[in-house]
């Protein structure tokens, strides 16, 4: 049986496939602002490959105005947007969802916010049905970050500790669980604000010298763009960090659990391509990931000379080796 968000994504996919071919009959040229959490966001180059994917290019049918910006500058980015009235806002992260709603409330948004409750927030009072300008795609999962650190517990259950790397412009929901799960699993957290890539050295030096350590990084685009440093510091120090995105694993994370930030990238834009072609917000329902995928990274288990439980290993999505 097909749940009723995976039949929502075979609808949108196969909407898109109908109409892909008239992005460029128009004869019009469409203007995306993108609202992201950073000056250097990893995710820019996603979006607009996603967008080209659906028959927009630059200079063609499609102008993209960037608003990439510090948290503190994230409300006038957002101003600046609605100032070259663009058709559509594509926003990521907390502060940037909350920037855009904050900057206007006509031109529609489409959120990817992997920290918030929209409902519990004030943004909508309907998933089903948005109301106002904001639709997209919330993890609104309380029990995910728990869920994450006991994974971290399971694959390595000697640890004792675990050094937390949080974004502090980000929504703060995702730290309860965190807290609560860490009581449950017997687990000191602490939790450690990062704000720019020079904290990062002093972090992993005080985690260094506890007994037992791992370090989590939490879903922040900033925290996305320190990936190789985090890393580097993690091989230096020889500490097991786990984070969201495959990426991290990919480039030398121990575990990494979250949902495909591709296929949220993808099911977003199709969001975007939606509005730009005459939806209605509130007829584009706000969804959660579909897709989760655990994966874990043998090569550095290896050279931390850590096991990883089979009872994780036979449950990962893939294996690095």
Same mark, same amino acid.
């Given at each position: 049986m097909i749940c009723r968000r995976a039949f929502l994504g075979i609808l949108t =996919? *196969?909407?898109?496939?109908?109409? #892909? *071919?008239? #992005?460029?009959?128009? *004869?019009?040229?469409?203007?995306? $602002?993108l609202l992201y959490l950073g000056v250097q966001n990893p995710y820019g180059d996603l979006a607009r490959e996603?967008? #080209?994917?659906? $028959? @927009?290019?630059?200079g063609n049918n499609l102008i993209i105005e960037r608003g990439f910006a510090a948290p503190e500058d994230l409300p006038a980015a957002a101003l600046e947007l609605v100032r070259k009235r663009v058709d559509v806002i594509w926003a990521g992260a907390s502060p940037s969802v909350r920037a855009a709603i904050a900057a206007t409330k006509q031109i529609p948004i489409v959120a990817v916010d992997l920290e918030t409750d929209p409902i519990a927030s004030g943004y909508v009072s309907s998933l089903a049905r948005p109301s106002g300008n904001l639709t997209g795609f919330f993890l609104d999962l309380p029990e995910f970050s728990a869920k994450r650190l006991e994974l971290l517990h399971e694959a390595l259950p000697t640890i004792s500790g675990v050094t937390v790397l949080w974004d502090p412009s980000l929504d703060r929901a995702p730290l309860r669980t965190i807290h609560a799960a860490a009581r449950g699993l017997k687990l000191r957290v602490a939790v450690t604000e990062v704000q720019t890539a020079a904290d990062l050295d002093a972090v992993f030096r005080v985690a260094a010298g506890g007994k037992g350590e791992a370090v989590m990084v939490m879903q922040s685009p900033r925290l996305d763009a320190y990936k190789d440093h985090i890393l #580097?510091? $993690?091989?230096? @120090?020889?500490?097991?960090?786990?984070?969201v995105f495959a990426n991290f694993a990919a480039s030398g994370a121990l575990l990494t659990y979250g949902p495909n930030i591709e296929d949220m990238t993808v099911r977003s834009a199709a969001y975007v391509d939606r509005l730009l072609q005459g939806a209605k917000v509130g007829d584009l329902p706000i969804q959660r990931p579909t897709k989760f995928d655990l994966i874990l990274n043998a090569k550095t288990a290896k050279s931390l000379g850590l =096991?990883?439980?089979?009872?994780?290993l036979v449950r990962a999505d893939e294996v690095l080796r």
């Open positions: =996919a *196969g909407a898109l496939l109908a109409s #892909r *071919g008239s #992005r460029a009959q128009h *004869g019009k040229v469409f203007r995306v $602002g996603s967008l #080209r994917k659906l $028959g @927009y290019a630059e #580097r510091l $993690g091989a230096k @120090y020889r500490l097991p960090v786990v984070a =096991a990883i439980e089979q009872s994780v």
